[in-house]
């Protein structure tokens, strides 16, 4: 079965220090997607990051960065000088297809509190 | 418009009320989907619309009736619901590709029930 965890529950950092979140997924599949979402107390999830299972090069944006290694089976995201307003719960998710539709596979989500 | 709205925010209601929530969205999606989220902890698919026909139902209790009036609107009827189905159900959308494209997430509608 198709399966995404994220073993970090929670994360307290001082702002301006960089947090890896890490992600580690099992697939039957060759051709898979994970994403990453982000999650404010307000309550919207909101799209980060999607990557394909041919594509493992890193990713950069701004103060994000994502690392994807296949052979592990891990897709980690790192904040870099993090700041107040990253403090959120973050979801890794694995796209699994269902009949004629797909749906997301979460993880158990990784809560990020970024102190001043 | 890269918005997927949800109405109401907030909603109580009592173990014999019925209600709906409703969740729109213009950004030409094909499939729309409704998520069941209780306090931490992530969100769980309960209902997959593609085309406007229900294509996934994760073998969600009668008491929660979905609807695709068209292919902007999603619906979630409520009745007789139970206290332990308080939670936050959030909406999405999507592109009903190949698992390639990302979700939509609405801001969720906080259910409260007594």
Known sequence: ?116 | DTEVTQTPKHLVMGMTNKKSLKCEQHMGHRAMYWYKQKAKKPPELMFVYSYEKLSINESVPSRFSPECPNSSLLNLHLHALQPEDSALYLCASSHPGQGADEQFFGPGTRLTVL
């Open chain 1, 1 to 116: 079965a198709q399966k995404v965890t994220q073993a970090q529950t929670e994360i307290s950092v001082v702002e301006k220090e960089d947090v890896t979140l890490d992600c580690v997924y099992e697939t039957r599949d060759t051709t898979y997607y994970l994403f990453w979402y982000k999650q404010p107390p307000s309550g919207e999830l909101v799209f980060l990051i999607r990557r394909n299972s041919f594509d493992e090069q890193n990713e950069i944006s701004g103060r994000y960065s994502w690392n994807f290694q296949k052979s592990t089976s891990s897709f980690n995201f790192t904040i870099t000088a993090s700041q107040v307003v990253d403090s959120a719960v973050y979801f890794c998710a694995l796209s699994e297809a269902q009949d004629s539709s797909y749906k997301l596979i979460f993880g158990s989500g990784t809560r990020l509190l970024v102190r001043p």
